[in-house]
């Protein structure tokens, strides 16, 4: 991990990170993807619709004139996202599986299936937040007029859907 990191703080300071096309930077396997869409109280059908993220911002550059700087910018954003997101979907993980080895006890103790399902509650809600803060500070990268733009394409691709 810490080898992965040093090479990717090497590509981002030489600017060979700026080269690279979005469909290279990390992201989420298939598997887990499907867990993060299960376990983040609604964000891929509620906000990602009107915030779609780094990753989509990334897709649409040209669409949206984006800089050298804010392309670089937003490949951080989509890396720091990757990263924040599997830390998050690891503690979600670990919560369920307390919760489920209680709750598959013969004679549960209803305090601590409470306390369980409440930390299951609140590590997806910290799941759907990572994720979140990655989407606007991608938006808080580009200018009013590119802010403008995203918003056309953001309700294109809804009413496409």
Known sequence: ???????????VSTGALAATPASDLPKLTPAEHRYFVHH?????DTFMPYHPGPRWDLQHAQALHLTKAQILALRRQVIGMVQDTKAALRRVHTAQAHYLAQ???P????RTIRADFAALGLAEAAAASAM???HLEAYRLLDPAQQKRYQQLAKDMREQH
């Open 1 to 11: 991990m810490r080898h992965r990191i040093g090479w990717i703080l090497v590509l």
């Open 40 to 44: 983040s109280l609604g964000f891929h």
């Open 103 to 105: 709750a598959h006890q």
């Open 107 to 110: 004679d549960p103790s209803i």
């Open 132 to 134: 979140m803060e990655h």
